[in-house]
């Protein structure tokens, strides 16, 4: 959740530049991160990269659980 929720911060052009920076950045986070468990780390990925390859899919059902908002004012 913690990688996830800054790469929503981060603003970025394309889609495919959007994948390569968050997948590189991914890398950098368990750098950072310092999880050792190979397990743990496979399947935090495997959501992580679901999540940012369907977020075309998810974005509206989120926008249509929500009732008088928009997906762009909400915070993340």
Same mark, same amino acid.
């Given at each position: 959740m913690q990688f996830l929720y800054g790469i929503d911060l981060i603003a970025i052009e394309s889609e495919e530049q959007k994948k390569y920076d968050i997948f590189r950045g991914l890398d950098e986070f368990w750098t950072g991160a310092g999880e050792g468990d /190979?397990?743990? #780390? @496979?399947? @935090? $990925?495997?959501?992580?990269?679901?999540?940012? $390859?369907?977020? $075309?899919?998810?974005? /509206?059902?989120?926008? #249509?659980?929500?009732?008088?908002? #928009?997906?762009?004012r909400m915070a993340a």
């Open positions: /190979p397990d743990v #780390k @496979a399947f @935090a $990925e495997g959501l992580i990269r679901g999540t940012v $390859e369907h977020l $075309e899919d998810i974005d /509206p059902l989120i926008q #249509k659980a929500v009732d008088k908002w #928009k997906l762009l």
